[in-house]
Every structure is written in C-alpha cells, then in structure tokens.
C-alpha cells in the first residue's frame, strides 16, 4: 500500500496525527487529511515536507 502517516512538527518532535493517510488536500487556512477509511481530520497549519519513501506527511502548526 501506499498511504503514508501525518505528522505535525512541534520543535523537535514529531507527533502523529493520522495513519493511513491517501489524501492532503490544502486549504486556505489549514490541511484536510483523509485516510483509506475516510475519516477526516483538519489541522491548521501548512505542509512543512514530504517524505515519500518513508511514507511520512509532515505538517507546520499554525502560530496563534
């Protein structure tokens, strides 16, 4: 398979926030991630990086 995890990048660590992730869809405020079961999670933030052979989301929170 090839979903991947969702991770958001708090200093230096990395905490997930959903598995089996199939779809990022970026949005005005935030990331919507959608997982192989549907469900949804919205995080605000922005796509800090991908890795793809690691199968790794990794998010930036969004600074109040």
Do not use: T, W
């Not at 990022?24 to 890795?51: A, C, N, W």
């Amino acid at each position: 398979m090839c979903e991947a995890n969702a991770y958001l990048m708090e200093k230096e660590k990395e905490i997930l926030v959903m598995e089996a992730v199939d779809r990022v869809e970026p949005e005005d405020d935030g990331v919507r991630l959608i997982s192989i079961f549907g469900e949804q999670k919205f995080i605000k933030g922005e796509i800090h990086s991908l890795s793809l052979v690691d199968h790794k989301v990794y998010i930036q929170p969004q600074i109040p």
